[in-house]
């Protein structure tokens, strides 16, 4: 890498920080992705819970109405 005090160097630093001023909108992109892919997954575990309360509760009144 160029001595960063040169106008070479300097240049070296400006492209670097350019190319990663470039991929931030791609990062931005990538993490609402796996934002909406979290969000997805608790949503499935809040309606895997509600099911299985439910069930819990049939079981019980099934045992209940057994005895």
């Known amino acids: 890498m160029p001595n960063p005090l040169t106008r070479e160097g300097l240049q070296a630093e400006l492209a670097l920080l350019r190319a990663q ?9 990538a993490i609402t992705v ?3 892919g979290v969000r997805a ?3 499935d ?3 895997i819970r509600a099911n ?6 049939r079981i019980k009144l099934i045992e209940e109405s057994g005895r």
Do not use: C, K, S, Y
């Open 34 to 36: 796996l934002q909406q």
């Open 21 to 29: 001023l470039d991929g931030l909108p791609l990062m931005h992109r």
């Open 52 to 57: 299985v309360a439910t069930l819990e509760a």
């Open 41 to 43: 997954v608790r949503n």
């Open 45 to 47: 575990i809040a309606f």
